[in-house]
């Protein structure tokens, strides 16, 4: 187990290199400049010296080649430069967002989780019956209803009800829980119904699945109450695939959440992805790029390892 | 005898009470919100209201324009000035007392110094209307509370430019130990102390306790919040999250604030120094026709386009080179004798379809190059080719994003575009640089030279008449409309929708005007 767990670790390594390469060479391809963007975009203007001399303080007048030096060589020591559009450091630029839209989406997959797996469960136990038809109708609209469009509607309920939206500016949980919980359970709820009713369908479908197995046979026959056989060995088995679902759609979420953040104006990675690849910000977009694909591939392991605990017949060797 | 101290007395008590009697009200945040965020902390580097309203309360300038009663100007940190007959010497007397906020004393030195910068702005800084000063031969300082501007030539803006919301001014001695200072730091002698900006979500500023205005700010402080989605926008106002949004409403956004607010919002509209304008790449043809570009000018109803596109978007006059409505500007009767604005738009449009027809091109066919920016942009641009197709032009349309947009059209990668021309104030240097040569100007992206424009433009600057100014103007406009390398849509129309209890703050008809919000107070 150790030997696959540093083997993985290990892997992580050309996997972020084919990351990072792909991302230099595809915002390279963007047509655009970044600095024209800046100094004319409201009508100012400049002569080309003065552009000349800003892109050169970028260090876009460099060859591709001596751009990527520089991209890799900061990639080695975890150096991710400046933002081009503000001069602030990466790093200050992405950890004072990351707080907000880890939370968000670890109250998104909270919701998801307290939700799915006893509605899955259930939904798969009442086969049929009208419990089922209504977990599976609660589910299938949220696979229909964009999470952002919820969002909208929940904002507009709360203004024109009780002529109140959630705070605007994020504080952070240990400063003020009401405060943050008030500006934050809103989107968490948009997000996470969606996110319910992906890991529901999972979890019904595999219970089910599972349901047919010997084994529930075998337990049953011999006479174990039908909760313990449920519990301990159907879901067990059922939770594989869904902690594979669960992993990828918490994953998502830590910078997939463009729309939702506009509507609730969170200030969060998304929001950050789309303004600095608008702006043609390379080393922002850069290193949002090396943080999301950092995120996936940890989650993945951290996915795999569960499959570990979950099931001990999975031994990684 | 007994009776005199009495009287006195009571003279003085009257004295006092009278001048105890203010109106406005001390205290309070206002929460303001705002749809972008400035890049950096230079104003002599930064174009946008994104930066204006954030972080003009930090500063004062020479001059300013006085918002209650536009165009007029005022003295800021300028006391009094006098501009010699010759109008080549701006002699400015300074107010005394005035601090920066580290305690610091203000100067002349710190005038000359800001002036220097954008000016002649040194090595590695950026300096966007550096050309605008370029009439600037010399800055003395005879002593700490005197300015002296000499000037090369007369120039009929200057005093206008010293009013410039851009021209804070800096500390000297910050500036000569790093003149980037101003990009990374806020430091000046405004109403308002930077208090914190917290990237992606908000803007602080709170009192400024030493200000040179005794009494002012009113405020205690405020707080600029970085809101994108217009849709989130106007819902923090409607629910009172924020009192105002200084940039400016759609007519259905207005339209909702006020049928859900009714009695607790002010609204103010009214002409916006802001156009849109349609340029030709003149080194494609069949756009080095003349003859084309009047043709396509010619086609557009103007007046009826106007009336309708002011019921979906932020458009509403019409308009020449100068926004209508400003003292320069040509009257209603004048305007209508330009090509593409009579009023008998059947008449333009067979004169139009004549037009194309001598020029060989009677079912033009082209591509125009539009910001995917929702207003106004796309509404006018849908607008200006259903106005070509009445004469039989066919056009698609092809809306950027913003970068792209913006690369296409300076690399001259578009046949037909639509462009914008924005200023903080009324004033034709500024105006026009948009139809000078391209060799003169940076933001002509017809790539054509013109001298006789040129000339004309020249001329009305060195003018030292208002009526010489005028004929000047005149002709100058009627050569842009009748080339029409790059001719002017309909102008913007300003809506405002604030919080009744914010006071003390005065519409104009530019956003990046009075926001220094020295006499802004909360009425609570």
Redesign the interface.
Request: net charge positive.
């Given at each position: 187990m150790l030997r696959y767990i540093v083997n993985r670790l290990l892997l992580m390594i050309p996997t972020l290199i084919g990351v990072a390469i792909l991302v230099f060479i595809l915002l390279r391809m963007m047509p655009g400049d970044i600095v024209e963007l800046k100094l004319l975009a409201e009508g100012g203007g400049v002569d080309a010296a003065t552009l000349e001399a800003e892109r050169a303080r970028l260090g876009l007048d460099k060859s591709l080649w001596g751009q990527f030096v520089d991209w890799m060589t900061g990639l080695a020591t975890l150096d991710f430069g400046v933002s081009m559009w503000t001069g602030r450091p990466v790093i200050e630029e992405i950890s004072s967002r990351l707080e907000l839209s880890m939370q968000v989406a670890l109250m998104a997959t909270f919701l998801a989780i307290i939700i799915a797996i006893p509605l899955g469960t259930l939904s798969a136990l009442f086969k049929d019956t009208w419990i089922d038809h209504v977990i599976r109708v609660f589910a299938i609209a949220g696979l229909a209803v964009p999470s952002f469009w919820l969002g909208m509607v929940i904002i507009l309920l709360l203004l024109l009800n009780f002529n109140w939206i959630p705070p605007l500016t994020y504080t952070p949980i240990y400063e003020d829980p009401w405060r943050n919980l008030s500006q934050l359970i809103w989107p968490a709820m948009a997000v996470g119904y969606r996110y319910s009713a992906v890991a529901t369908r999972m979890m019904r479908s595999t219970i089910l699945e599972v349901l047919q197995e010997d084994y529930i046979r075998t337990a049953r026959a011999k006479g174990v109450l039908e909760r313990l056989v449920i519990a301990r060995h159907a879901l067990r088995n059922a939770m594989l695939p869904v902690i594979t679902v669960i992993g990828l759609e918490f994953a998502f979420l830590i910078g997939g959440l463009v729309v939702t953040e506009q509507v609730f104006n969170l200030n969060g990675l998304g929001k950050l992805f789309v303004e600095t690849v608008t702006r043609g910000d390379f080393t922002m977009v850069q290193a949002l790029v090396m943080l999301i694909a950092g995120f996936f591939i940890i989650i993945n392991f951290i996915v795999d390892l569960l499959y570990a605990v979950f099931d001990p017949r999975v031994r990684y060797r | 005898m007994k009776r005199l101290p009495l009287l006195l007395m009571m003279a003085a008590a009257l004295a006092v009470s009278a001048g105890s009697v203010y109106a406005q009200k001390r205290g309070g945040e206002l929460k303001f919100a705002v749809s972008a965020e400035p890049?950096?902390y230079d104003c002599h580097?930064n174009?946008?209201?994104a930066f204006v309203h954030p972080v003009r309360p930090h500063y004062n300038t020479l001059l300013k324009f006085d918002a209650a009663n536009y165009p007029k100007i005022k003295g800021d940190l300028a006391e009094s000035w006098t501009v010699s007959k010759d109008s080549l010497t701006y002699t400015f007397k300074l107010r005394r007392g005035v601090k920066f906020h580290d305690g610091s004393d203000f100067s002349s030195a710190d005038v000359k110094a800001s002036y220097e910068r954008i000016a002649n702005p040194p090595?590695?800084v950026?300096s966007?209307?550096r050309?605008a000063y370029s009439d600037i031969a010399s800055i003395e300082t005879p002593d700490a509370h005197t300015v002296v501007f000499k000037l090369k030539a007369p120039n009929s803006a200057m005093l206008s430019l010293f009013a410039s919301p851009w021209d804070c001014i800096y500390s000297a001695a910050k500036l000569k130990q790093d003149p980037n200072f101003p990009?990374?730091n806020v430091m000046g002698t405004g109403p308002f102390v930077f208090v914190e900006h917290?990237?992606?979500?908000?803007w602080v500023g709170k009192r400024f306790d030493g200000y040179f205005e005794k009494g002012k700010p009113y405020l205690d402080g405020y707080r600029a919040?970085?809101?994108?989605?217009t849709?989130?926008r106007v819902?923090?106002l409607?629910?009172?999250?924020?009192l105002a949004e200084f940039r400016g409403h759609s007519p259905a956004d207005k339209d909702r604030l006020v049928k859900a607010l009714g009695d607790k919002v002010n609204v103010y509209e009214q002409p916006w120094c802001c156009a849109l304008v349609v340029t030709f790449n003149t080194e494609k043809k069949p756009f080095d026709d003349a003859r084309v570009r009047r043709a396509l000018s010619l086609a557009l109803d103007r007046w009826g386009g106007a009336q309708a596109l002011s019921k979906i978007a932020l458009v509403r006059w019409v308009g020449g080179v100068l926004r209508p409505g400003y003292e320069l500007a040509p009257t209603e009767e004048e305007l209508t004798q330009y090509p593409g604005f009579g009023k008998d738009i059947n008449k333009s449009r067979a004169e139009a379809k004549r037009l194309l027809k001598e020029a060989g091109v009677p079912d033009l066919k082209f591509k125009f190059t539009n910001r995917n920016i929702p207003m106004p942009y796309t509404p006018v641009g849908v607008f200006l080719i259903d106005q070509w197709r009445q004469i039989g032009v066919t056009v698609e349309h092809e809306q950027l994003?913003?970068?792209?947009y913006?690369?296409a059209l300076?690399a001259g990668n578009y046949e037909a575009g639509l462009d914008?021309?924005?200023?903080f104030m009324d004033e034709p240097n500024l105006q026009l640089?948009k139809y000078l040569s391209a060799d003169k100007?940076?933001?002509n992206y017809g790539r054509y030279n013109d001298r006789t424009l040129d000339g004309l433009f020249e001329k009305q600057v060195r003018a030292t008449s208002r009526p010489d100014r005028v004929k000047y103007l005149r002709a100058f406009e009627k050569r842009v409309l009748e080339e029409a390398y790059t001719f002017p849509t309909i102008w913007w129309h300003r809506v405002i929708v604030n919080w009744k209890q914010m006071k003390g703050w005065h519409m104009s008809p530019s956003h990046y005007l009075n926001q220094d919000l020295s006499e802004v107070w909360l009425d609570q």
């Amino acid at each position: 187990m150790l030997r696959y767990i540093v083997n993985r670790l290990l892997l992580m390594i050309p996997t972020l290199i084919g990351v990072a390469i792909l991302v230099f060479i595809l915002l390279r391809m963007m047509p655009g400049d970044i600095v024209e963007l800046k100094l004319l975009a409201e009508g100012g203007g400049v002569d080309a010296a003065t552009l000349e001399a800003e892109r050169a303080r970028l260090g876009l007048d460099k060859s591709l080649w001596g751009q990527f030096v520089d991209w890799m060589t900061g990639l080695a020591t975890l150096d991710f430069g400046v933002s081009m559009w503000t001069g602030r450091p990466v790093i200050e630029e992405i950890s004072s967002r990351l707080e907000l839209s880890m939370q968000v989406a670890l109250m998104a997959t909270f919701l998801a989780i307290i939700i799915a797996i006893p509605l899955g469960t259930l939904s798969a136990l009442f086969k049929d019956t009208w419990i089922d038809h209504v977990i599976r109708v609660f589910a299938i609209a949220g696979l229909a209803v964009p999470s952002f469009w919820l969002g909208m509607v929940i904002i507009l309920l709360l203004l024109l009800n009780f002529n109140w939206i959630p705070p605007l500016t994020y504080t952070p949980i240990y400063e003020d829980p009401w405060r943050n919980l008030s500006q934050l359970i809103w989107p968490a709820m948009a997000v996470g119904y969606r996110y319910s009713a992906v890991a529901t369908r999972m979890m019904r479908s595999t219970i089910l699945e599972v349901l047919q197995e010997d084994y529930i046979r075998t337990a049953r026959a011999k006479g174990v109450l039908e909760r313990l056989v449920i519990a301990r060995h159907a879901l067990r088995n059922a939770m594989l695939p869904v902690i594979t679902v669960i992993g990828l759609e918490f994953a998502f979420l830590i910078g997939g959440l463009v729309v939702t953040e506009q509507v609730f104006n969170l200030n969060g990675l998304g929001k950050l992805f789309v303004e600095t690849v608008t702006r043609g910000d390379f080393t922002m977009v850069q290193a949002l790029v090396m943080l999301i694909a950092g995120f996936f591939i940890i989650i993945n392991f951290i996915v795999d390892l569960l499959y570990a605990v979950f099931d001990p017949r999975v031994r990684y060797r | 005898m007994k009776r005199l101290p009495l009287l006195l007395m009571m003279a003085a008590a009257l004295a006092v009470s009278a001048g105890s009697v203010y109106a406005q009200k001390r205290g309070g945040e206002l929460k303001f919100a705002v749809s972008a965020e400035p890049p950096n902390y230079d104003c002599h580097a930064n174009t946008s209201f994104a930066f204006v309203h954030p972080v003009r309360p930090h500063y004062n300038t020479l001059l300013k324009f006085d918002a209650a009663n536009y165009p007029k100007i005022k003295g800021d940190l300028a006391e009094s000035w006098t501009v010699s007959k010759d109008s080549l010497t701006y002699t400015f007397k300074l107010r005394r007392g005035v601090k920066f906020h580290d305690g610091s004393d203000f100067s002349s030195a710190d005038v000359k110094a800001s002036y220097e910068r954008i000016a002649n702005p040194p090595k590695g800084v950026i300096s966007i209307r550096r050309g605008a000063y370029s009439d600037i031969a010399s800055i003395e300082t005879p002593d700490a509370h005197t300015v002296v501007f000499k000037l090369k030539a007369p120039n009929s803006a200057m005093l206008s430019l010293f009013a410039s919301p851009w021209d804070c001014i800096y500390s000297a001695a910050k500036l000569k130990q790093d003149p980037n200072f101003p990009r990374t730091n806020v430091m000046g002698t405004g109403p308002f102390v930077f208090v914190e900006h917290a990237a992606g979500s908000h803007w602080v500023g709170k009192r400024f306790d030493g200000y040179f205005e005794k009494g002012k700010p009113y405020l205690d402080g405020y707080r600029a919040i970085f809101i994108r989605n217009t849709a989130a926008r106007v819902n923090a106002l409607q629910a009172g999250e924020v009192l105002a949004e200084f940039r400016g409403h759609s007519p259905a956004d207005k339209d909702r604030l006020v049928k859900a607010l009714g009695d607790k919002v002010n609204v103010y509209e009214q002409p916006w120094c802001c156009a849109l304008v349609v340029t030709f790449n003149t080194e494609k043809k069949p756009f080095d026709d003349a003859r084309v570009r009047r043709a396509l000018s010619l086609a557009l109803d103007r007046w009826g386009g106007a009336q309708a596109l002011s019921k979906i978007a932020l458009v509403r006059w019409v308009g020449g080179v100068l926004r209508p409505g400003y003292e320069l500007a040509p009257t209603e009767e004048e305007l209508t004798q330009y090509p593409g604005f009579g009023k008998d738009i059947n008449k333009s449009r067979a004169e139009a379809k004549r037009l194309l027809k001598e020029a060989g091109v009677p079912d033009l066919k082209f591509k125009f190059t539009n910001r995917n920016i929702p207003m106004p942009y796309t509404p006018v641009g849908v607008f200006l080719i259903d106005q070509w197709r009445q004469i039989g032009v066919t056009v698609e349309h092809e809306q950027l994003d913003t970068k792209l947009y913006q690369a296409a059209l300076r690399a001259g990668n578009y046949e037909a575009g639509l462009d914008f021309n924005c200023d903080f104030m009324d004033e034709p240097n500024l105006q026009l640089q948009k139809y000078l040569s391209a060799d003169k100007s940076t933001i002509n992206y017809g790539r054509y030279n013109d001298r006789t424009l040129d000339g004309l433009f020249e001329k009305q600057v060195r003018a030292t008449s208002r009526p010489d100014r005028v004929k000047y103007l005149r002709a100058f406009e009627k050569r842009v409309l009748e080339e029409a390398y790059t001719f002017p849509t309909i102008w913007w129309h300003r809506v405002i929708v604030n919080w009744k209890q914010m006071k003390g703050w005065h519409m104009s008809p530019s956003h990046y005007l009075n926001q220094d919000l020295s006499e802004v107070w909360l009425d609570q």
